[in-house]
């Protein structure tokens, strides 16, 4: 069974069925997503690189692996170093993974 007292990593998925975008815990062994994308917004996530908490607001409604504020600046430099050689494409992608 999913450990109750944890705090959810969100990740944006799309639901094959219906097209619906949600978000539910990338966790092993949890099934919790959240139905409607907006419920996400001042709930606790973790964030994707650093694993540390961090409260969602509408910002992340469309990023798929959300991210804290450090983590995103860093990201944000290392996207430009990317573009600035040739090599942004790559790195969005990398977001995208199913
Ligand atoms: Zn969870
Ligand atoms: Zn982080």
């Known amino acids: 069974m999913a450990k109750k007292n944890h705090i959810h990593m ?9 097209g619906r975008k949600v978000f539910k815990c990338m966790l ?5 997503y959240l139905p409607e994308r907006e419920l996400v917004i001042g709930r ?6 650093c694993k540390e908490p961090l409260v969602m607001t509408r910002e992340h409604l469309e990023i798929k692996k959300p991210v804290c504020e ?5 990201r ?3 996207r430009e170093a990317m573009i600035a050689v040739g ?4 790195l969005l992608e990398e977001a995208d993974a199913d």
Do not use: N, Q
Request: glycine share 6%; net charge positive.
């Open 70 to 74: 450090p983590c995103r600046d860093i």
């Open 87 to 90: 090599r942004g494409g790559e």
């Open 28 to 32: 092993v062994d949890c099934t919790h």
């Open 76 to 78: 944000a430099k290392r």
């Open 44 to 49: 606790k996530s973790l964030c994707h690189i």
């Open 10 to 18: 969100y990740e944006l998925i799309t639901l094959k069925a219906s």
